[in-house]
């Protein structure tokens, strides 16, 4: 079983900066395949980057140089760098793990309870 759980949440003025966290509950987090997802309120959720065990990388278009995913395996600990930030990021942000696929396409068995991300204009 994994527990993710997320935090670095809150409010910011756009153009501003976040680092959120997720720390996990595993017993071999460093195998785990871990991902970014998004929801804004009224939207689908979304992916916004995603780490593979080798620490390879991948990003959606729309936070491609704004947005850096990393992971410190030591810590059991998944990271999202966000900067310059935009209204459009506001959004419950989520951590996810699995351990059979990555990427921005794949579909991850575990999940955090989400972190909220409010940009103001």
Not at 18 to 27: E, G, I, N, V
Not at 55 to 69: C, E, L, N, P, Q
């Amino acid at each position: 079983q994994v527990q993710l759980v997320e935090s670095g949440g809150g409010s910011v003025q756009a153009g501003g900066s976040l680092r959120l966290s997720c720390a996990a509950s595993a017993y071999a987090y460093s195998a785990l395949y871990m991902a970014w997802f998004r929801q804004a309120s009224g939207k689908e959720r979304e992916a916004v980057a995603a780490i593979n065990t080798f620490g390879m990388t991948s990003y959606a278009d729309h936070v491609k140089g704004r947005f850096t995913i990393s992971r410190d395996n030591a810590k059991s600990t998944l990271y999202l760098q966000l900067n310059s930030l935009k209204s459009d990021d506001t959004a419950t942000y989520y951590c996810a793990a699995d351990s059979v696929d990555w990427g921005l396409l794949a579909r991850y068995r575990y999940w955090g309870q989400g972190t909220q991300v409010t940009v103001s204009s």
